[in-house]
């Protein structure tokens, strides 16, 4: 398998945004589970904000996985969300490196946050 990178997203991978959305709604209908919809724009706008981890693979940089954080109760609190891993890329411990990821970034921008 290529190499994988994973890291802090930003607006450069906006392109990326209607993949990661069909990639979720796809997910969710093999597994007959209900997901909460998210708007191109929201999940753009978690983009710019520095609050998403992308990971990609290979130097064609083809879209491997996503999950993005959220706060709240006055960034008390801070949750990871949204985390998808395409099937082709499934069974490597990429869902595992992204949340890790994740993990750290709330750490990094809410130190004192209780993290779930």
């Known amino acids: ?10 607006a450069s ?4 945004v209607d993949t990661i959305l069909e990639t979720i709604s ?5 597994r007959g589970t209900g997901i909460a919809k998210r708007t ?3 999940v753009a706008q978690k983009m710019r ?9 290979g130097e064609q940089e083809e879209f491997a996985g996503f999950c993005y954080i959220e706060s709240w109760g006055n960034k008390q609190y801070v949750a990871n969300s949204g985390l998808i891993v395409p099937e082709r ?9 992204i949340k890790q990821r994740a993990f750290a970034l709330s750490r990094e921008m809410w130190p004192e946050a209780k993290l779930f």
Do not use: Q
Not at 1 to 10: L, Q, S
Not at 13 to 16: C, D, G, K, L, Q
Not at 89 to 97: D, P, S, V
């Open 1 to 10: 398998m290529e190499e994988i990178k994973v890291m802090v997203a930003d």
């Open 13 to 16: 991978h906006e392109i990326y």
């Open 26 to 30: 796809a997910a969710a209908k093999v």
């Open 40 to 42: 191109h724009e929201y």
């Open 89 to 97: 890329f499934r069974g490597h411990g990429l869902a595992r490196r």
């Open 49 to 57: 904000e520095g609050k998403a981890v992308i990971a990609l693979a």
